[in-house]
């Protein structure tokens, strides 16, 4: 969730929603923190505080995905007789105007949603917000203190960043970047977080969302409904492996930037493309295999190319088992 709070409020990302859905195309399994984490940052100091999901309210979820930047902000702090009772004297601890601000959340159109379908490919892990999860001793925890020492003696990280936002962004991205190594899983991050990246370096996981674009568009606009549909499809697992192989193979061509990259993908895609379909075509009786032959024939090797041949192609071959279990009819879910 730490790594992901520049999706909540920075409107030149995907938003959360979006990005949860494309993982659910292209990853075999979902894992999502849950709660609601409130992050509040000024110059003098700042707040960070997780909020179980069973004591979110409606006032804190509105409050998401919505920037406070400038507010001013104070944090006081008093001792209570008993819980629930106010506290009798305060002591400001924090008072500035707000840098930074963030409330993340994924429940509001991701989770919420999800559970009318309750799929099994959906997992929650539960280590309660903990800025440091883990205990002492234990391999995620000392891994955890073993980066953030390191990075807290490191005068050249981010040298003209605040030193509160600072190390918000260094033990965060630590914090994500250790646990899903011990997850074996991938993880989201966003500009705030490229400092980190530069430091310890990642391994760019060539997830096939690229590819996922040239053919089905913004996926974000597609209701859960059709992403479920898709996951269900016979040939869902087959498509991730497609589109994951069309992004590894751009990939190897040595792109000099993000729109060569495209490019690239979107050959290996209008390859793929031709492939499948020639692979099935002599399956097909002959009037049908000479449609289906002509039309990935001429498809152009441009973006966005397959996405208009094989809707086309879609109701001739549905009746055909080979076509109805491929990659090709799982993607075209996607694009209806």
């Given at each position: 969730?730490?790594?992901?709070?520049?999706?909540?409020?920075?409107?030149?990302?995907?938003?959360?929603?979006?990005?949860?859905?494309?993982?659910?195309?292209?990853?075999?399994?979902?894992?999502?923190?849950?709660?609601?984490?409130?992050?509040?940052?000024?110059?003098q100091g700042?707040?960070?505080?997780?909020?179980?999901?069973?004591?979110?309210t409606d006032a804190l979820l509105a409050r998401s995905r919505r920037p406070a930047v400038g507010d001013p902000m104070t944090l006081a702090i008093g001792k209570q007789d008993a819980p629930g009772v106010p506290a009798e004297e305060m002591h400001v601890m924090v008072?500035?105007?707000?840098?930074?601000?963030?409330?993340?959340?994924?429940?509001?159109?991701?989770?919420?949603?999800?559970?009318?379908?309750?799929?099994?490919?959906?997992?929650?892990?539960?280590?309660?917000?903990?800025?440091?999860?883990?205990?002492?001793?234990?391999?995620?925890?000392?891994?955890?203190?073993?980066?953030?020492?390191?990075?807290?003696?490191?005068?050249?990280?981010?040298?003209?960043?605040?030193?509160?936002?600072?190390?918000?962004?260094?033990?965060?991205?630590?914090?994500?970047?250790?646990?899903?190594?011990?997850?074996?899983a991938?993880?989201?991050?966003?500009?705030?977080?490229?400092?980190?990246?530069?430091?310890?370096?990642?391994?760019?996981?060539?997830?096939?969302?690229?590819?996922?674009?040239?053919?089905?568009?913004?996926?974000?606009?597609l209701p859960w409904e059709a992403v479920v549909e898709f996951r269900d499809h016979h040939g869902s697992q087959e498509a991730r492996e497609r589109l994951r192989e069309f992004?590894?193979?751009?990939?190897?061509?040595?792109?000099?930037d993000a729109y060569d990259f495209l490019k690239s993908v979107s050959l290996e895609v209008n390859r793929g493309f031709r492939a499948a379909i020639e692979a099935l075509a002599p399956s097909l009786p002959e009037e049908l295999a000479k449609q289906v032959l002509l039309n990935a024939v001429a498809t152009a090797s441009v973006i966005g190319a397959p996405v208009a041949a094989a809707a086309g192609l879609t109701s001739a071959l549905s009746e055909w088992r080979e076509y109805s279990r491929s990659w090709i009819a799982a993607v075209m879910v996607l694009t209806r």
């Open positions: 969730m730490r790594t992901s709070v520049e999706l909540f409020s920075d409107p030149r990302s995907p938003d959360a929603v979006t990005k949860a859905k494309e993982a659910a195309v292209l990853y075999d399994e979902l894992i999502f923190e849950p709660g609601l984490l409130d992050v509040t940052i000024t110059p700042g707040s960070s505080i997780w909020i179980p999901p069973e004591q979110m008072s500035g105007q707000i840098s930074n601000t963030y409330i993340a959340e994924f429940h509001t159109g991701i989770l919420d949603e999800l559970k009318a379908f309750d799929p099994e490919w959906v997992k929650t892990i539960d280590i309660g917000g903990e800025a440091h999860p883990g205990r002492v001793g234990e391999p995620v925890y000392e891994a955890i203190r073993h980066r953030n020492f390191s990075d807290f003696g490191d005068k050249e990280l981010m040298p003209d960043v605040e030193s509160f936002l600072r190390t918000y962004i260094s033990k965060s991205f630590n914090r994500d970047a250790i646990v899903a190594t011990d997850l074996a991938s993880f989201p991050t966003t500009p705030l977080f490229r400092p980190m990246v530069d430091r310890h370096g990642v391994n760019p996981d060539y997830a096939g969302s690229e590819a996922l674009s040239i053919i089905a568009g913004n996926v974000g606009e992004e590894r193979l751009a990939s190897e061509a040595d792109p000099q």
